[in-house]
């Protein structure tokens, strides 16, 4: 029999723009999507497959992997036993810390996997303090520790225009900006195809191709993006699913529940509890 899927999400109190996320997935997959976050993830047991920026990469026990913020990215098991992992989701301002305020943000450097025993060592450390509660200044410790573990894989340098998929090189198209900017402008309404290829002055199957080109996901994915990170924010606040769903332009409840737990690995209501609630009751069992 294959193992359980489970799944658990902390957000440490005390330690704002900080998130954790335990799970093992055997049939659940990630389409593709991207986080406003830094992703630090160590791979456990068995070996996980995906796709980041149109490259193809694999993580097997023992090994870390680190993605950029708005790194559009898949995830699934590249094993039948699936794959159990850890990761920290971190706000860029935090990294930032680690470089000097007037200086640019740092950024991931060449790979994505990678094996560092110390930087694992100190990662499974924090993620077990975050298991065990207790008092904030230890987890909090433990957790930065980790985070500075990180240096060593970093470097200073200009960050090229995310979502900006395979053709960022060549800049955004001035069409696609246009369609963007009035995606983020109504993340929460419905937006016609027609409506967003009139506004980019594109034809309807011209701007999918340029829009996945310069971003990396359809408009599509891209509005639903925004709304997941809109939607965790206001789990976050204590907000009741429901009005979320309603609020971020989810036909319903389940719909929401659907869309979140794909891209995020749990469903909203654990992702509340994980802020609301102690560890324990965060746990989303598949």
Not at 158 to 182: D, K
Not at 234 to 249: F, I, N, Y
């Amino acid at each position: 029999m294959l193992p359980a899927e489970y799944a658990t999400y902390f957000r440490p109190p005390g330690l704002t723009g900080i998130e954790a996320l335990h799970a093992r997935f055997v049939d659940h997959a990630y389409r593709p999507h991207s986080h406003r976050t830094w992703t630090i993830a160590v791979v456990q047991r068995g070996a996980a497959r995906f796709e980041v920026d149109s490259t193809r990469q694999r993580a097997d026990a023992g090994e870390l992997f680190v993605l950029e913020p708005e790194a559009v990215h898949t995830g699934m098991a590249a094993v039948p036993e699936g794959w159990a992992y850890k990761v920290l989701y971190v706000e860029p301002s935090i990294l930032h810390d680690w470089a000097q305020r007037d200086d640019p943000a740092p950024r991931a450097a060449r790979w994505v996997v990678f094996r560092d025993h110390a930087l694992r060592a100190a990662l499974l450390r924090a993620h077990a303090a975050l298991e065990l509660g207790g008092p904030g200044l230890a987890v909090e410790e433990r957790v930065l520790e980790a985070i500075a573990g990180l240096t060593p894989h970093l470097r200073v340098a200009p960050a090229a225009p995310r979502r900006a998929g395979p053709g960022r090189g060549r800049g955004e198209h001035a069409a696609v900006r246009r369609a963007r900017l009035h995606l983020a402008e109504r993340w929460d309404q419905p937006v016609s195809l027609a409506e967003l290829a009139g506004v980019a002055g594109l034809s309807r199957f011209e701007l999918i191709r340029r829009f996945r080109q310069q971003n990396g996901l359809t408009p599509h994915a891209f509005q639903r993006d925004l709304r997941i990170d809109r939607a965790r924010a206001m789990l976050g606040d204590g907000v009741p699913v429901a009005a979320v769903a309603a609020v971020c332009g989810f036909a319903d409840q389940p719909h929401l529940t659907r869309v979140f737990k794909r891209l995020v690995g749990v469903t909203p209501g654990a992702y509340a509890r994980a802020v609301h609630m102690p560890p324990a009751y965060a746990r989303a069992a598949r």
